[in-house]
């Protein structure tokens, strides 16, 4: 509950002797909960017209002209004849036009989203709703999107309150799939919210809607539902969680069995054992049937949340061959292997073997089991996939492998997953699509791209059932690494599997010759999608277009694209953007921005994409100019243009100005990208002055444990070893600061440079420094670290102790042997018969 901005969880006597705090570590009164919850009731109570009543109340201070297209009788007439999608987006355009025009007179209050509150609800709900964002899923993909931004669009425009009460007045057409999307945008204002009173009257408004569905004979679907409870669950609010159910419940009776799953996660979250207790007895495992479907869910939600302490005594009354759910079973084994439970799992698995319908699922149930033991590396997992199969004398199947092949993928363990998948084909069993998707995606993940090959031989097997998808990853990977020959034998296999060739993977080619700078190879596909009946699509043309320098071209491809019947998409505008500023036409790559058939939509990521090609190109004063004018507009701005403007700034562009920039970045990997590309510039345009003081004020952010921050100092010690006169200062400053402020243990690399730098300052103090931190930071001095400290020595004058060096130096590989001749002919004192270029020393070829 929450009051005051404090919070806890509620007590009860069986959670008293375990207090569990939330992770922001705050607290509040179980009167206080109370309090909450009667508030919430009634406010739950007004419904109906006084919920109407009060929605027209808050669009009282809308505009003159939304009032009248709301309220006007002939204006309502007129809206009901279009769909409500169309109606709604009008409502918006209207409002939307008016508040532009006359802003100074608009009296319509759209609530702060942004707006810091003096306290926090909670931090661990931020976090898991989150986590239920990337979950959740839109089964009717087009429509609810569609709708769900319609909304959202509307909520930011006329604010929260106008858009309830002007879609109240529309209620009455709306689908269910409206009243899923705009249940949803006010679920989201919730999650986002740091104000307790905003995030409850958002929660009140989803309830009204549920009970409009409810009374209007939707049913409520438990895609539209599970997001409310579970909302409610992570915030502990149980008397507002009832209130929903009984809603839920009302509209939906077929739903009271999965009510009961999330009934039981709302106990468990609290910790109220007694509750726990009280539906755990309604188990009793007595029945012949078995389990009922709700008797399954409870005891699907005690799996799901490792509550040992019940489900100790409930498996050992459950009869495993009677339970009916195939994802019961599933959580069960994974329960079962994070608990490394092998006896119990072992007993299961000779149960379900005795029977008809278990033992089909024996296989996959041993590969759940093994992939869910903690401690295990891949192969011991194998290892017991393996074992588990002999012992129980069952053969594994296709989706068992599949798995365990998975497993081994998301462990970045791709060699092995692809002899398991050489495994499965000569014990001839199917590999499925889903099986190839999931060791294509790893090889992209771990960059082992040359482990495609292995994938060809695997594709000639009869065993394999591929899709397009699998083929175009193929063919992709096979351009990474410039194996044109092998993308084309891919084409060619597809009829072995009646498949098509379709764009997308003469893309994958032509881009990979684009790549190579292959200029004839790329406009050679081209030509062979028109042999091969593919039609060129946007991705195609874009890629033509953005490789074009010189404006003829553009033209051509983009008439020859009209020509074809391709809609011009946002990636086209892109395109032309980035090729006529490569052409050196960058008046024309502005215009494009104010063509009329670009939507208004995309402007803003267009601008983004101008500012960028812009500033690489010495037009920065330009970039910049767009860049404030958005900044102003309060538009969005793609991190990647503000980086872009830090990056390509000259020694023109004033310190001050690109700290800005980097603090414009919120997330914190974009932010850490900009400011470190900030130091890089300063340090290169000489200052560097305010560098040691922009790493302490920020040292808060630099040190968290997310971000990883050791690669960009490595960055900049290189920038510091390579620019003249070198700022040893600097760099033995960053050092400490790293070290002592940070905590961080110099990498290799960061020592390499630093005496690279050392070298070229003729530094020999510094030099000895550094030298001893390779055995401070236990990293011993290889042939590289030995030549760099032969440099310091000869470039300081010290002869003698440069000869007494390099006898350490193993002189086996010639390449060594040319580095320490030139290196004495570069950097000592006697004199130079020849002027030679200092450079960095790179790793031995050999």
Same mark, same amino acid.
């Given at each position: 509950g929450f009051c005051s901005g404090v919070y806890i969880k509620p007590s009860s006597s069986s959670a008293s002797s375990r207090p569990h705090l939330r992770d922001s570590d705050m607290v509040v009164s179980k009167a206080n909960k109370s309090l909450l919850s009667s508030v919430f009731k009634s406010r739950i109570r007004k419904t109906g017209e006084s919920s109407i009543a009060s929605s027209n109340k808050d669009i009282a201070g809308t505009s003159q002209a939304v009032k009248e297209l709301l309220s006007s009788k002939n204006s309502s007439s007129d809206i009901e004849e279009a769909p409500l999608q169309d109606r709604v987006s009008n409502l918006l355009h209207v409002t939307t036009m008016e508040k532009s025009s006359s802003e100074k007179n608009l009296l319509l209050k759209i609530?702060?989203?942004?707006?810091?509150?003096?306290?926090?609800?909670? +931090?661990?709900?931020? !976090?898991?709703?989150?986590?239920?964002?990337?979950?959740?899923?839109?089964?009717?993909?087009?429509?609810?999107?569609?709708? *769900?931004?319609?909304?959202?669009?509307? %909520?930011?425009?006329?604010?929260?309150? *106008?858009?309830?009460?002007?879609?109240?007045?529309? *209620?009455?057409?709306?689908? /269910?799939?409206?009243?899923? %999307?705009?249940?949803?945008?006010?679920?989201?204002?919730a999650e986002k919210s740091n104000d307790l009173d905003y995030a409850l009257?958002?929660?009140?408004? /989803?309830?009204?809607?549920?009970?409009?569905?409810?009374?209007?004979?939707?049913?409520?679907?438990?895609?539209?539902? #599970?997001?409310?409870?579970?909302?409610?669950?992570?915030?502990?609010?149980?008397?507002?969680?009832?209130?929903? $159910?009984?809603?839920?419940?009302? %509209?939906?009776?077929?739903?009271?069995?999965?009510?009961?799953?999330?009934?039981?996660?709302?106990?468990?979250?609290?910790?109220?054992? !007694?509750?726990? @207790?009280?539906?755990?007895?309604?188990?009793?495992?007595?029945?012949?049937?078995?389990?009922?479907?709700?008797?399954?869910?409870? +005891?699907? /939600?005690?799996?799901?949340?490792?509550?040992?302490?019940?489900?100790?005594?409930?498996?050992?009354? #459950?009869?495993?061959?009677?339970?009916?759910?195939?994802? +019961?079973?599933?959580?069960?084994?994974?329960?079962?292997?994070?608990?490394?439970?092998?006896?119990?799992?072992?007993?299961?698995?000779?149960?379900?073997?005795?029977?008809?319908?278990?033992?089909?699922?024996?296989?996959?149930?041993?590969?759940?089991?093994?992939?869910?033991?903690?401690?295990?590396?891949?192969?011991?997992?194998?290892? $017991?996939?393996?074992?588990?199969? @002999?012992?129980?004398?069952?053969?594994?199947?296709?989706?068992?492998? @599949?798995?365990?092949?998975?497993?081994?993928?998301?462990?970045?363990?791709?060699?092995? %997953?692809?002899?398991? #998948?050489?495994?499965?084909?000569?014990?001839?069993?199917?590999?499925?699509?889903?099986?190839?998707?999931?060791?294509?995606? /790893?090889?992209?993940?771990?960059?082992?791209?040359?482990?495609?090959?292995?994938?060809?031989?695997?594709?000639?097997?009869?065993? #394999?059932?591929?899709?397009?998808?699998?083929?175009?990853?193929?063919?992709?990977?096979?351009?990474?690494?410039k194996d044109f020959e092998g993308a084309y034998i891919m084409l060619g296999n597809l009829k072995n599997f009646n498949l098509e060739p379709n764009s997308s993977m003469f893309n994958c080619i032509l881009a990979g010759y684009f790549r190579e700078k292959n200029v004839g190879s790329a406009l050679m596909v081209v030509k062979q999608m028109k042999e091969a009946g593919v039609k060129p699509d946007s991705i195609t043309f874009g890629y033509l277009i953005n490789n074009c320098n010189r404006e003829d071209a553009i033209t051509k491809y983009y008439e020859e694209m009209k020509q074809a019947g391709v809609q011009a998409t946002k990636r086209i505008y892109m395109s032309l953007i980035d090729a006529y500023a490569a052409s050196g036409q960058f008046e024309k790559a502005k215009q494009v921005l104010v063509d009329p058939d670009v939507p208004a939509i995309n402007q803003n990521e267009l601008k983004s994409v101008l500012i960028s090609a812009l500033a690489s190109r010495g037009k920065w004063a330009d970039a910049f100019s767009i860049y404030e004018e958005m900044r102003k507009a309060e538009c969005h701005i793609d991190p990647k243009s503000i980086i872009s403007l830090i990056e390509y700034s000259d020694s023109k562009v004033e310190l001050s100005m690109l700290v800005q920039l980097a603090d414009d970045l919120q997330d914190d990997k974009s932010w850490i990208d900009g400011f470190f590309r900030m130091i890089l510039s300063a340090v290169r345009n000489r200052k560097s002055s305010n560098i040691l003081d922009l790493l302490k004020r920020n040292k808060v952010r630099l040190s968290k444990k997310d971000i990883p921050v050791e690669t960009h100092f490595d960055e900049v010690f290189w920038a510091i070893a390579e620019t003249e006169p070198t700022e040893m200062k600097l760099g033995m400053d960053l050092l400490s600061f790293m070290k002592e402020e940070l905590e961080f243990i110099p990498s290799r690399k960061c020592l390499d440079f630093l005496l690279h730098a050392c070298v070229n300052a003729k530094d020999m103090v510094n030099g000895l420094l550094v030298w001893k931190e390779y055995q401070s930071a236990a990293l011993p001095c290889n042939v590289l670290s030995f030549l760099r400290m032969y440099q310091v020595l000869l470039a300081t004058g010290d002869l003698q102790g440069a000869k007494e060096l390099v006898s350490k130096i193993p002189k086996d590989d010639i390449d060594v042997q040319h580095i320490i001749e030139e290196s004495l002919i570069v950097y000592s004192q006697a004199p130079k018969k020849k002027k030679l270029k200092k450079k960095m020393i790179g790793f031995p070829t050999k």
């Open positions: 609530p702060s989203f942004t707006t810091k509150i003096p306290y926090d609800i909670s +931090l661990r709900s931020k !976090e898991l709703s989150r986590e239920r964002k990337e979950k959740r899923v839109y089964k009717n993909n087009g429509l609810s999107r569609r709708f *769900a931004k319609i909304f959202r669009d509307s %909520a930011q425009k006329l604010g929260t309150e *106008a858009m309830f009460g002007a879609f109240n007045r529309v *209620a009455k057409e709306m689908s /269910a799939t409206e009243y899923n %999307a705009m249940i949803g945008v006010y679920l989201e204002h009257d958002h929660i009140e408004k /989803a309830f009204e809607l549920l009970k409009s569905m409810k009374d209007r004979g939707f049913s409520i679907e438990e895609r539209a539902y #599970v997001p409310l409870l579970s909302y409610l669950i992570d915030m502990d609010m149980v008397d507002e969680f009832h209130s929903f $159910k009984d809603v839920i419940r009302d %509209a939906s009776p077929g739903s009271v069995e999965r009510l009961g799953y999330y009934e039981m996660l709302l106990w468990i979250q609290i910790g109220d054992g !007694e509750k726990i @207790e009280e539906l755990c007895s309604t188990i009793d495992g007595k029945s012949e049937e078995g389990l009922s479907i709700l008797q399954e869910n409870y +005891l699907l /939600a005690l799996c799901k949340k490792d509550q040992r302490y019940h489900l100790q005594s409930l498996l050992e009354i #459950v009869d495993i061959t009677k339970v009916h759910s195939s994802d +019961l079973l599933a959580n069960i084994f994974e329960y079962l292997g994070r608990f490394s439970l092998d006896s119990v799992a072992g007993n299961f698995l000779w149960e379900l073997r005795g029977s008809d319908e278990g033992r089909k699922n024996v296989s996959d149930l041993i590969s759940i089991y093994s992939t869910s033991t903690p401690n295990l590396t891949v192969e011991d997992t194998i290892l $017991k996939f393996n074992k588990m199969h @002999e012992e129980l004398d069952a053969m594994p199947s296709s989706t068992s492998y @599949e798995k365990l092949v998975k497993y081994s993928c998301d462990s970045n363990e791709v060699v092995t %997953a692809l002899n398991v #998948v050489e495994e499965m084909s000569e014990a001839g069993l199917t590999i499925s699509a889903d099986i190839l998707h999931s060791l294509l995606h /790893a090889i992209d993940e771990v960059l082992e791209f040359d482990l495609v090959r292995r994938i060809h031989s695997i594709m000639c097997t009869k065993s #394999v059932k591929p899709n397009t998808e699998n083929f175009r990853s193929i063919i992709r990977l096979c351009t990474r690494i």
